[in-house]
């Protein structure tokens, strides 16, 4: 049976040495703010509440945003949709259902959202009515994904389910072998017109069929290493990124990499280790590693272009990149605004009252966030 880790939990295990167990403590501080030298400007465009947002549990609740909307849930059940410019609400739904994974768009007018009890619910996307709901194999702690007639949900044993998109009814399963030990999370997966692609908790990139959920290929980015279950743990546990004929992905202690998706083969890879995730633009690569420390590399040829040292400890969300900044949350709640030249501070606000876990969406220079409390809200740098 496949054991899954708290992840917080367990890279303070990790981080501490031997503390628990009567050491000292080795964990990296948070690094305190500095103030900013010749700051942008960041304003706050509106800000609303999600239900009681995560609610003491340890999951990614992370908005979607479709065609002007931004829709968001919260654990205690509550799916709404609201204008992505002004922040008015535009339905509110309470399923009464404990929302541990979501939320997800289908192009054909769903909002997609599951659960703790392994349940997958779709909501229409212009009323906020229940369309289907659907039963799978555990919990879904990853945004359901869809596309092309198909929604792919995949849940917390490691496994990937494809549901008609029009009615909820199972089309096919897969499930990939798993390791003894994994941290308790999953990276929902990538989808394009026939392709279901994603990382393991083995370290390897799986690619299946969309139609019917056949494996394709099966490539090993990060291989395991070390003689313990924990020292073998290589999830590839945040969400990978499609940027023109390339994949990116980062695997928890492995390394970052690129694939080219026409042929299969690696670009480049190199060690680098990260939980929260990475984010790509037209040059680069964004990456919050294992020490919270944000990095830029060459989207070409993975080499470092800067290093951001300055939030080490602050426990980082994956990095978001908008036209002129990359912008991460921590955990007290603040965004933080870098230059994407230099990678330097430029600007600073604390968006939520808790922590800032699920990655930040951006639309041109505004960055949308929803933070552990519940708070969701627009942000913007600049004039």
């Avoid at 009681?52 to 509550?78: E, H």
């Avoid at 929604?151 to 917390?156: A, E, M, Q």
């Avoid at 984010?279 to 944000?294: F, H, L, N």
Wanted: glycine share 12%; net charge neutral.
């Amino acid at each position: 049976m496949v054991r899954r880790l708290f992840p917080l939990l367990f890279l303070i295990i990790l981080s501490a040495g031997c503390s628990w167990f009567g050491g000292s403590d080795n964990s990296i501080p948070p690094a305190k703010l500095q103030d900013i030298a010749q700051p942008v400007g960041v304003r706050q465009l509106w800000e609303t509440q999600v239900g009681s947002g995560a609610k003491n549990q340890f999951i990614r609740l992370t908005p979607a945003l479709a065609d002007g909307r931004l829709y968001a849930a919260s654990f205690n059940g509550v799916v709404l949709a609201l204008d992505a410019l002004s922040g008015q609400r535009l339905w509110e739904t309470a399923t009464q259902l404990p929302i541990s994974g979501g939320v997800g768009v289908s192009d054909n007018g769903l909002v997609l959202v599951g659960t703790n009890k392994g349940q997958v619910i779709a909501l229409r996307q212009d009323s906020g009515q229940e369309a289907w709901r659907a039963q799978v194999s555990s919990e879904v702690l990853a945004p359901p994904r869809a596309t092309s007639g198909m929604v792919v949900v995949r849940t917390g044993d490691g496994k990937f389910t494809g549901l008609d998109a029009r009615t909820g009814e199972r089309r096919w399963m897969y499930a990939p072998a798993m390791p003894a030990l994994s941290l308790r999370g999953s990276a929902p997966p990538v989808l394009t017109r026939t392709l279901v692609i994603a990382g393991l908790e083995t370290g390897k990139l799986l690619v299946l069929s969309l139609d019917k959920g056949l494996p394709v290929t099966e490539k090993t980015i990060a291989p395991p290493r070390g003689r313990t279950e924990i020292e073998r743990l290589i999830d590839i546990d945040a969400e990978p990124k499609i940027f023109g004929e390339y994949l990116y992905l980062v695997a928890y202690r492995g390394s970052v990499a690129a694939v080219d998706m026409r042929s299969g083969n690696l670009l480049w890879n190199r060690e680098l280790s990260s939980y929260a995730g990475l984010d790509v633009d037209e040059g680069q690569v964004y990456v919050s590693d294992d020490t919270d420390a944000v990095l830029a590399l060459d989207r070409r040829s993975g080499g470092t272009l800067w290093r951001q040292a300055e939030l080490t400890g602050r426990r980082l969300s994956a990095p978001v990149a908008t036209r002129d900044h990359v912008v991460v949350g921590d955990f007290e709640g603040y965004l933080h605004w870098l230059s994407k030249d230099s990678g330097r501070i430029v600007g600073r606000i604390r968006a939520a009252g808790k922590a800032i876990v699920a990655p930040p969406l951006a639309a041109g220079d505004t960055v949308f966030v929803q933070g552990q409390s519940g708070a969701l809200g627009a942000f913007r740098a600049g004039e």
